[in-house]
Nanobody, 119 residues
Framework: QVQLVESGGGLVQAGGSLTLSCAAS????????MGWFRQAPGKEREFVAA????????NYVDSVKGRFIISRDNAKSTGYLQMNSLKPEDTAVYYC????????????WGQGTRVTVSS
């Protein structure tokens, strides 16, 4: 079992920045790929970014490339999503999740943190 707790969401003006955190517990964090997902009102949940257990490989959805940075600190069992140049369309509930090894099956999810970007 892995427990995930997100934090760092809030209200920000367009063009601003926020950094989300995802604190993990239960099993060695480095075993897991960490992903960030988001769900906007009335829309399906979508993939945002992911980072492999050793931090060596990252990938992003096209809409956030060049604006968001995913990172992790395995010693602290914490992952991060730095969000810059935020746009109103980034408004959503953001979730972190983990997948064992290089799997794309995300088995554990946090409760989500809300991000609202005002225009």
């Amino acid at each position: 079992q892995v427990q995930l707790v997100e934090s760092g969401g809030g209200l920000v003006q367009a063009g601003g920045s926020l950094t989300l955190s995802c604190a993990a517990s239960g099993r060695p964090f480095s075993w897991y790929t960490m992903g960030w997902f988001r769900q906007a009102p009335g829309k399906e949940r979508e993939f945002v970014a992911a980072i492999r257990g050793n931090g060596g490989t990252t990938n992003y959805v096209d809409s956030v490339k060049g604006r968001f940075i995913i990172s992790r600190d395995n010693a602290k069992s914490t992952g991060y999503l730095q969000m810059n140049s935020l746009k109103p369309e980034d408004t959503a509930v953001y979730y972190c999740a983990t997948a064992l090894g290089s799997s794309n099956r995300y088995d554990y999810w946090g409760q989500g943190t809300r991000v609202t970007v005002s225009s």
